[in-house]
């Protein structure tokens, strides 16, 4: 079955940008930093995914709003296997309800003088306060779980950097456990030519950029064939139906 072929788009996406709110992140990965650079390289969809956060999001979203740039709210939640997964959503409620469970799995306390600040800013870059949690660290939460609970949501989970061996699915566990509906893999730009090795798992494989700095913010990107901006229209993309589709681009285009 094929519908709306003939109003297809592509649609170039970073979905793995990290903000200020990232311990590892630089503290230039502002609101307007982020979206003027993300305007640069041509991205028509950003997503934003902090290490077990959200609370930049609507910051980010906010601003790119007012330059046509769609963003997409997420995070990068840490598993108790210590496998990292991009978790995205289309609403910030979705988003503030995963949150919520993240939360109530993640234990500890920020200690900046060893992990770096944890910065929550608005949309003009000002800053509001500091996160006090300990987003470096793993939750609570299996593998299973968290999937479970952002396919309840509505969003979209995809295993993070897989070709690397620090958090990465296959360098946690060495193998995609059986029945784990994940909806793609992410590669990293340092793997890109074993992208035909990823396929054989049978899952979508896509890459981003996964910026902690201005600089990377483009550097690996994904266009989505699809008839609009929703996360709809992205599941599609990522699993070809209805006429959908993707292709991946390691480095700057």
């Not at 709306?4 to 970073?14: I, M, V």
């Not at 210590?82 to 939360?103: G, N, R």
Request: hydrophobic share 40%; glycine share 8%.
């Amino acid at each position: 079955m094929v519908d709306n072929l003939g109003t297809l788009k592509p649609f170039r996406a970073d979905l793995h940008i990290h903000t200020c709110l990232s311990p590892c992140g630089d503290l230039e990965m502002l609101p307007t930093n982020i979206v003027k650079k993300a305007k640069m390289e041509g991205l028509d969809i950003i997503g934003i995914c902090d290490h077990n956060a959200s609370e930049n999001v609507a910051a980010v979203k906010k601003t790119g709003e007012r330059t046509g740039l769609t963003v997409f709210g997420g995070i990068e939640v840490t598993s108790k296997e210590e496998v990292h997964l991009l978790a995205l959503f289309e609403t910030i409620e979705d988003l503030d309800s995963f949150q919520k469970i993240v939360y109530e799995n993640l234990s500890g306390v920020n200690n900046e003088d060893v992990f770096g600040p944890q910065v929550v800013v608005d949309a003009k870059d000002n800053i509001r306060c500091s996160n006090a949690h300990l987003l470096i660290g793993a939750t609570e939460l299996s593998i299973d779980e968290i999937v479970n609970q952002v396919h309840i949501l509505k969003g979209i989970v995809i295993a993070s950097h897989v070709d690397r061996e620090r958090f990465g699915l296959f360098g946690q566990l060495g193998f995609i456990p059986e029945g784990l509906f994940l909806d793609g893999l992410e590669l990293s730009s340092q793997f890109s030519s074993k992208k035909e090795n990823w396929n054989q798992y049978n899952f979508p494989v896509v890459t981003f950029s996964d910026a902690h700095y201005i600089k990377d913010i483009g550097r690996n990107s994904t266009t989505f064939n699809m008839d609009s901006i929703k996360m709809d229209e992205l599941k599609k993309a990522l699993t070809g139906a209805y006429g959908r589709s993707f292709i991946t681009h390691f480095g700057h285009c």
